[in-house]
């Protein structure tokens, strides 16, 4: 999601929007996050609209296509795991170069991946639809924005826990 390459994107301001979406809950839920950027020099940092978001996101710069490539962020992601999370949750661009060499890849390490379609995206529409088939063919699951925070939160209602109303409000046995 960097700022020379995401103008050329297929549903460049959707995509961003779902991965800005996803940076939110993940902040509001303490779900550890990580930006990469692929040869920053070139490509640019990561939009301003999505590194505003990432509050408490690691930034990672990297030059292999696949972050699990890369030593530091394959450290970053096992440490990740050792610390009882073993879900990766994957959004940005390419959808058939790094979001789908870096999706295979970790799924071939057993992590459990799940890459937000509506947050992948490619030049073409269809070069970002054969990378998702691709995926899935590989053991990658593929949902929605809303489905993965849905998940993430669990249950309606505010984030913080609440009593339920027979926890609050004991019953009177007189």
Wanted: aromatic letters at 4%; glycine letters at 6%.
């Amino acid at each position: 999601m960097q700022e020379k390459l995401l103008p050329s994107m297929a549903d460049a301001d959707a995509v961003t929007e779902k991965c800005g979406t996803l940076l939110n809950a993940a902040a509001m839920l303490g779900i550890p996050s990580s930006l990469t950027e692929q040869y920053p020099a070139g490509l640019g940092r990561t939009v301003a609209q999505l590194s505003a978001k990432a509050q408490n996101a690691r930034i990672f710069d990297k030059v292999h296509f696949s972050c699990f490539a890369d030593d530091h962020l394959k450290d970053r992601f096992s440490a990740v795991r050792d610390d009882g999370r073993d879900t990766i949750v994957i959004a940005g661009i390419e959808a058939h170069v790094c979001v789908a060499q870096t999706a295979i890849e970790m799924g071939a390490a057993g992590f459990r991946v799940i890459v937000a379609a509506d947050a992948v995206a490619s030049r073409r529409g269809t070069s970002r639809d054969i990378a998702l088939d691709r995926m899935r063919n590989s053991g990658v699951e593929t949902t929605n924005t809303e489905s993965i925070i849905l998940q993430w939160f669990n249950k309606s209602g505010p984030v913080h826990s609440q009593p339920s109303r027979d926890e609050a409000q004991p019953e009177n046995k007189t």
